[in-house]
């Protein structure tokens, strides 16, 4: 069994996640095959006003499954700015590189989502 679905395993045994979402990313792994030089990834910066920091990067083929995982209250927050995270996700396969989101609130978050890569 590999690490990655041992993790999404502990997790569902933690109740950090449920069911579904298990099972959501245990077929986005399977679906995933291992990266290419030239794949893309989607990368995530999020800074907290305390000055906590959340940076990773995904291969895009497993963005959509991962999305499931953002708490409902941060999609909102993201969807309050503008953005709908599952439609830029769902959209053509060729999002474009760069910044999708770059986002700075009033209590000094800020969020910054964007495709990498060739």
């Known amino acids: 069994m590999s690490e990655e679905r041992r993790r999404v395993l502990a997790m569902l045994a933690a109740g950090r996640i449920?069911?579904?979402?298990?099972?959501?990313?245990?077929?986005?792994?399977?679906?995933?095959?291992?990266?290419?030089?030239?794949?893309?990834?989607?990368?995530?910066?999020?800074?907290?006003?305390?000055?906590?920091?959340?940076?990773?990067?995904?291969?895009?083929?497993?963005?959509?499954?991962?999305?499931?995982?953002?708490?409902?209250?941060?999609?909102a927050r993201v969807r309050a700015h503008g953005v709908d995270l599952e439609a830029l996700l769902s959209g053509p396969a060729g999002l474009p590189s760069g910044k999708l989101v770059d986002l700075h609130d009033e209590d000094g978050n800020d969020v910054v989502i964007e495709v990498v890569g060739p």
Request: proline fraction near 7%.
């Open 18 to 75: 449920g069911v579904e979402e298990a099972e959501a990313l245990l077929d986005a792994l399977e679906e995933a095959r291992p990266a290419a030089p030239s794949e893309r990834f989607l990368r995530v910066s999020v800074r907290s006003e305390d000055g906590d920091r959340l940076e990773f990067r995904l291969p895009l083929a497993l963005a959509r499954a991962a999305l499931s995982l953002l708490p409902d209250q941060a999609r």
